[in-house]
């Protein structure tokens, strides 16, 4: 017989309860712990995985600026005039997702800037508040 079996034979009911106790605070530290790593592992992941996004996003952008400058160079100032009423619509569309109540006031630039586009807009319903 071991050392640990006549121990166990030994020990009173307090002492064998103890121990499970402590068994069972060991475990539930193990199990708190490795869910914190999994916790931290994945925060870890959504950071690299919107680093990657953003790298991508300034990247297409800067290929998007490339093309207008050199449609620029061309003489292709409808390329320029797209660009910025993207910008402009990408702009707006942001503003009106916006919770807040809002007042847009646009210089008259602004508008002839987007020419076209701003007819479908003007002529879109308006969603009941």
Do not use: W
């Not at 996003?57 to 292709?76: F, H």
């Amino acid at each position: 017989m071991s050392y640990s079996s006549v121990h166990h034979a030994q020990a009173t009911p307090e002492v064998l309860q103890a121990e499970g106790q402590r068994q069972s605070a060991i475990l539930r530290a193990e199990g708190q712990k490795q869910a914190q790593i999994l916790e931290a592992e994945g925060r870890r992941e959504a950071a690299f995985r919107d680093a990657e996004g953003r790298e991508r996003a300034a990247q297409a952008e800067a290929k998007a600026t490339e093309m207008v400058s050199a449609a620029v160079a061309r003489g292709d100032v409808a390329a320029l005039n797209y660009f910025i009423a993207e910008k402009y619509l990408r702009a707006f569309t942001q503003l009106a997702q916006s919770p807040n109540q809002k007042v847009l006031m646009l210089p008259i630039e602004a508008v002839s800037v987007l020419g076209s586009p701003v007819v479908p807009l003007t002529t879109m319903p308006c969603e009941p508040s």
